[in-house]
C-alpha cells in the first residue's frame, strides 16, 4: 500500500546537516523570558510577582480558560520582571523574565516517578492541562483539549506525526531514535484518554532510522503499527498525513475528530509522558539549529524563554554568507525580525541561510501555468484565490476554500513567477475571520 496523498512537491530536504547530530542539552539561561501566551487560545494569566523566587517548573501563570495553558519556571532565580517582550516575528507581549541563581533547583515533586498505571482518563488530561503543553508541531493548540472531543465523536484512532516534512528540521527524528520508549507510552496514555483502539505512527521514508526503531519496540503492540510514508511535502499537515494513513478525508471545515482521528506530534507524545510519569512540565524542547550558514549544527535540548542568539552562539554561531535566520522551517517558519527572542513552546528550529538558498526573487506576474493547481493538497485554486482577496472580494475568497488553505507554501515554492501565495492567504483568512467577529 502506498501511504500518501494527492498533491503536494519535494523540495530539497537539506537534513543532512544536522540529521546525525544526537540531542545536546544546553546550559541553562543566565535570564529567561517566558511569554504568558504560547498556545492558541485565551493568554495565561501570570501568579508570580516580581521579587519572587522560583524554581524549575514552577507554575508561573494559571490558565486563561479551558483553551489556555499554563507557563512553567524554566531556571531556578528570581522574578525581574513582567514586561513586554518581542517574540520572534516582532509581536510584543507579556513575559515572565526570570535571572538565574545557577543552582537549577527544581519545584517540588517535580521530575519524580510516579506509578500512573491506574490513572484515569481524567486523571491523565489534567496532569497534561496543568503541564502546559500545546502541540509541538508548530499549531500549538492545548493537548488537552484536542484530547476532549465531545461525546458523539467517537475517537478510534490516535495519529503520531514523526513526518517532520519541513525541510532542514531533524529535532522530531532525533527524539524517535533516542526516546522511543517515552513517546510510545504518551501515545497509549493518550488513546486511554479518548478510549481510541489504534494507534498509528506515520513516519517519512527518508528517516529509515526512526522507522526501524520504532518499528522494534512496537513490534509486541498488537494495536499499533508504524507506517512509512512518502516523501512529500506537507505529508505531515494533518489533513494529509489522514489520509495516507486511514484513506478517511477530513471535511472542508471539519476536525479530525470528525473522522475518529486525534493527531498529535511524536514530541507531544513525549511531553505528554514525561508529564504523567515523572511530573515533569513543558519547560523545555528539543529545536534544531541548522542550515548552511551555521557552524556547528546541532539539535539542542533548550530551555524554554532562552534568547535565540544563544542557540546560535552554542552552535558556533553564523558563518560570513549567513542571509536570513528563520524561525521554524524553509516553507512555513517566517523570518526572525527579532534575534533575542525567546524560545517558544512552538520553536522546532532556528534556520540559518545563505543568500542562495534564502528565497529572495522578485515577484512577476501569473503567465496562468496551473502548476499551483497541481500541488495544492487542499484541492483549492491558489491563484484565483488569491486574484480575490487582492482585490478585497474576501467573500469570493472564502466560497472558493481560503479557510481550508493550510498555509503550507507548496503553492508558491513552485510557482516560476515567484507569487507571493500566502502572503494574501494571510490577509484574507485575517479579514474573513474579523468580519466574522464583527457579524
Ligand atoms: S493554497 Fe494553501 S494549501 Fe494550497 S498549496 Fe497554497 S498554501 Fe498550501
Ligand atoms: S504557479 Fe504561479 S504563475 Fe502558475 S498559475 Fe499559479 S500563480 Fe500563476
Redesign the pocket.
Known amino acids: 500500500m502506498k501511504y500518501t496523498f494527492r498533491?503536494g512537491y519535494h523540495p530539497p530536504d537539506g537534513k543532512s546537516f544536522s540529521e546525525k547530530m544526537p540531542i545536546d542539552k544546553m546550559p541553562a539561561p543566565k535570564i529567561a523570558a517566558i511569554h504568558l501566551h504560547q498556545h492558541i487560545g485565551a493568554p495565561s494569566k501570570a501568579i508570580v510577582a516580581v521579587g519572587d523566587d522560583v524554581k524549575v517548573g514552577q507554575p508561573l501563570s494559571e490558565a486563561g480558560g479551558f483553551v489556555s495553558v499554563p507557563v512553567h519556571a524554566s531556571v531556578s532565580g528570581k522574578v525581574k520582571a513582567i514586561a513586554k517582550v518581542a517574540d520572534a516575528a516582532g509581536v510584543k507581549s507579556d513575559a515572565v523574565i526570570i535571572e538565574s541563581d545557577g543552582k537549577d533547583e527544581f519545584f517540588e515533586g517535580v521530575g519524580v516517578k510516579t506509578d500512573y498505571s491506574n490513572f484515569s482518563a481524567d486523571e491523565i488530561k489534567k496532569k497534561i492541562s496543568a503541564a502546559g503543553i500545546a502541540g509541538m508541531g508548530g499549531a500549538r493548540f492545548p493537548t488537552h483539549v484536542k484530547l476532549s472531543p465531545p461525546a458523539e465523536k467517537k475517537i478510534d484512532y490516535i495519529i503520531l506525526n514523526g513526518v517532520e516534512c519541513e525541510p532542514y528540521l531533524t529535532a522530531d527524528d532525533r527524539l524517535m531514535q533516542e526516546s522511543p520508549e517515552t513517546i510510545i507510552e504518551g501515545m497509549k496514555l493518550m488513546m486511554k484518554v479518548v478510549n481510541a483502539a489504534n494507534g498509528i505512527i506515520g513516519i517519512e521514508k527518508n528517516k529509515p532510522d526512526s522507522i526501524r526503531i520504532m518499528k522494534e519496540k512496537t513490534a509486541s503492540e498488537k494495536n499499533m503499527k508504524v507506517i512509512e510514508l512518502e516523501v512529500k511535502y506537507?505529508q505531515g499537515g494533518e489533513k494529509q498525513l489522514i489520509v495516507a494513513a486511514i484513506g478517511k478525508e477530513v471535511p472542508s471545515g471539519g476536525l479530525p475528530m470528525d473522522v475518529g482521528v486525534v493527531v498529535s506530534n511524536v514530541g507531544t507524545a513525549n511531553a505528554v509522558y514525561e508529564a504523567v510519569a515523572l511530573n515533569k512540565p513543558f519547560y523545555e524542547r528539543v529545536v534544531s539549529v541548522t542550515g548552511e550558514s551555521i557552524k556547528d549544527p546541532k539539535n539542542v535540548l533548550a530551555r524554554i524563554g532562552t534568547p535565540t542568539t544563544e542557540l546560535i552562539e552554542y552552535a558556533g554561531g553564523v558563518k560570513e554568507d549567513v542571509y536570513k535566520i528563520i524561525n521554524g522551517g524553509p516553507m512555513m517558519g517566517a523570518a526572525m525580525y527579532a534575534l533575542d527572542a525567546p524560545v517558544h513552546k512552538g520553536t522546532s528550529g532556528i534556520l540559518c541561510l545563505s543568500r542562495e538558498n534564502a528565497a529572495v526573487y522578485e515577484e512577476q506576474p501569473c503567465i496562468s501555468c496551473s502548476k499551483?493547481v497541481s500541488?495544492?493538497?487542499?484541492r483549492?485554486l491558489?491563484t484565483d484565490?488569491q486574484l480575490n482577496v487582492q482585490h478585497k472580494r474576501y467573500e469570493e475568497a472564502e466560497k472558493l476554500g481560503i479557510m481550508?488553505?493550510?498555509?503550507?507554501?507548496?503553492?508558491?515554492y513552485v510557482c516560476p513567477a515567484k507569487r507571493n501565495?500566502?502572503h494574501y492567504?494571510n490577509i484574507g483568512r485575517a479579514k474573513i475571520a474579523e468580519m466574522k467577529k464583527k457579524k
Open positions: 498533491g506537507p499551483c500541488v495544492c493538497p487542499s483549492l491558489p484565490i481550508d488553505c493550510i498555509l503550507c507554501g507548496t503553492c508558491a501565495l500566502v492567504y
